[in-house]
């Protein structure tokens, strides 16, 4: 098994979206990049910790590569906005890959170059792609928040689109139990 950590916004989108696919374990969200040890939520939403909220997966690379996460981590965000996901605004909102080795820093950087020959935005990423050093999980009611939680607005209007857009191109790679909905 592998470790990926990666930032794409708010977790709650990030984490619904990963753990449909084949081959993950396991996905926690939490915070990665900051300057403080076990920063809570509430330290983190003043933007002023410089901790993202990321997730981290454990997955299977024998039946979902790092190359393809990356791809789809990519596709489910917009990583040309600086700080920013939607209504989501603040640093710890960035795009970022934390890198576990150096051919995840390699894979990162050779998907982001990708990314911005075809960017849908017609911008490059501004995805920073920064050495992993700290996973700090998050409290508890952030853990498997949308699918707890399916009704609440936030969930409705930012991360349902994902999860129909992650359908729509990526079928055959989600989890029987995740294809139809």
């Not at 300057?35 to 410089?50: A, F, K, L, R």
Request: net charge positive; charged share 25%.
């Amino acid at each position: 098994m592998e470790k990926a950590t990666l930032a794409g916004g708010c977790f709650w989108c990030t984490e619904a979206i990963f753990k449909r696919l084949k081959g993950i374990i396991d996905v926690k969200s939490g915070y990665t990049g900051g300057n403080i040890v076990n920063p809570s939520y509430d330290q983190i939403s003043m933007g002023n910790t410089n901790h993202a909220e990321t997730i981290q997966i454990i997955f299977d690379p024998n039946i979902i590569s790092y190359e393809k996460l990356v791809q789809i981590f990519f596709y489910t965000h917009n990583p040309t906005t600086l700080n920013q996901q939607g209504p989501d605004i603040g640093t710890q909102y960035r795009s970022a890959i934390f890198y576990h080795n150096s051919k995840q820093k390699e894979t990162a950087e050779k998907i982001k170059k990708e990314y911005n020959k075809n960017s849908p935005y017609q911008k490059d990423a501004v995805t920073m792609i920064e050495p992993f050093s700290y996973f700090y999980k998050a409290e508890n009611y952030h853990q498997n928040f949308y699918e707890k939680n399916k009704d609440y607005s936030y969930c409705t209007v930012v991360i349902d689109p994902k999860i129909k857009k992650l359908l729509k191109d990526y079928r055959n790679d989600l989890k029987k139990d995740f294809s139809n909905n």
